[in-house]
């Protein structure tokens, strides 16, 4: 008889109280079944429910070796597509197919992807905090454990570090609740925080930034441009995905490196940018693309343009979705860097055969497929908060909702 899928289901759990959702696919094989991360953590239930209600009738009796054609057919089944939404739901089932093909065929998903291109995958972490000292204590830290790269942030996503006027003094009256921020401050204290870690820590340490869209174009190009001489291993979303154009006049100013991605869900957002040599690296979450089958076609396409890779890789990630990262990294030629969260105690017991950071450096489980397993009876001890988010309300400080 041949190989059928028997149920998808959707499991939510926060283990370190970010929500994660995980796709388990079983098969009629008994014992063999595959994982896949569906994390969209601000809408976790909705992405639970397309999984549940809409990607287990549509899957249920099909073949889970036809990887391709299922993508594709789950893409266009809702015919509208792209959101990221489905594209999580569709990750979710994606990533477990490869994991399923890597169990079938008893390797490891890297080497079914081709091989590996490096022993182990180079990280950045993160080095944030309210004051320089804070910020530089913990860039040593990082240093001392072995990490290479370290992106320094300043009193959090565009804060206001290091201000000469507080915010609730340059509110009008009556100003709405929300996480306010001013760009001119912003600006000016980013500039000297890597003056502060090159004094500290010198030229023989790649640091990088997050602008998290906070600026407007031409700021964001004076602030590209203003770094130069702190050698910035890259600067990320120095522009929200919806001023996209703006990387060509950008890319034409500076010689910062640009990184850009994480928003994206639709093709036609990045391909420009990699067609045109407007970026240096790739920033995409996988599981908001689709998955594993359309992040390969991605590094791919970036190869051929010079483009390298540095998916997206913060706490809310579901270790299964680090998994795929770093099998993704291990086998990728035009391999960048790889964002690095860090794992709690508890992640690690809720999915046994995590990936593990060793002096800068990650690797993952040498077992069949994604090498990674989740404890369903640990995961259901950490239900999910529905709490809505209050980052992503950011304003600036007239009270203007500015993009998060
Ligand atoms: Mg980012």
Not at 246 to 271: D, H, K
Not at 316 to 326: Q, R
Not at 371 to 377: R, Y
């Amino acid at each position: 008889m041949s190989l059928k899928i028997t149920d998808v289901r959707a499991i939510c759990t926060a283990p370190q109280n970010i929500p994660l959702v995980v796709v388990k696919v079983e098969t009629s094989e008994p014992g063999l079944y595959g994982l896949g991360c569906a994390t969209y953590t601000q809408r976790f239930l909705t992405v639970a429910h397309e999984v549940e209600h809409y990607m287990k009738p549509l899957l249920v009796g099909k073949d889970p070796t036809r990887i391709e054609d299922i993508w594709q057919m789950v893409t266009v089944s809702p015919y509208w597509r792209n959101g990221p939404v489905l594209g999580n739901a569709l990750s979710g089932v994606d990533m477990a197919l490869w994991d399923i093909a890597g169990k079938r065929a008893n390797m490891p998903l890297y080497e079914l992807f081709g091989g590996k291109v490096r022993e182990g995958v180079r990280v950045y972490r993160h080095a944030d905090g309210r004051t320089m000292q804070e910020v530089g204590d913990r860039v040593q830290a990082f240093v001392e454990d072995g990490v290479q790269v370290v992106r320094v942030q300043f009193g959090g996503y565009g804060g206001n570090g290091g201000a000469r006027q507080s915010i609730e003094d340059m509110k009008p009256e009556g100003a709405c609740p929300g996480a306010y921020y001013d760009p001119l401050q912003y600006q000016n204290s980013v500039i000297e925080l890597f003056a502060a870690m090159r004094e500290r820590f010198g030229y023989g340490l790649e640091l990088c930034h997050d602008v998290h869209e906070h600026l407007e174009p031409t700021e964001a190009i004076r602030l590209a441009k203003a770094l130069e001489p702190y050698r910035l291993f890259f600067l990320e979303d120095a522009l929200p995905p919806e001023q996209g154009a703006w990387f060509a006049q950008m890319r034409q100013q500076t010689c910062t490196p640009i990184a850009m991605g994480e928003l994206y869900n639709n093709p036609s957002e990045y391909v420009p940018l990699i067609q045109g040599r407007l970026i240096d690296y790739i920033r995409c979450h996988i599981s908001q693309i689709g998955g594993l089958t359309p992040a390969r076609k991605l590094a791919h396409l970036c190869e051929a343009f010079g483009v390298r890779t540095a998916w997206h890789g913060p706490g809310d990630v579901s270790p299964v979705g680090h998994a795929a990262n770093i099998h993704l990294d291990l086998s990728s030629w035009n391999f960048g860097i790889q964002e690095w969260a860090g794992l709690t105690p508890a992640l690690e017991d809720v999915f046994p055969g995590c990936p593990q950071l060793r002096h800068g450096y990650v690797y993952v489980s040498d077992k069949p497929g994604l090498g990674i397993d989740i404890d369903e009876n640990l995961a259901a001890k950490f239900p999910c908060s529905e709490a809505l988010p209050t980052w992503t309300n950011s304003r600036r400080p007239d009270g203007t909702l500015a993009r998060p």
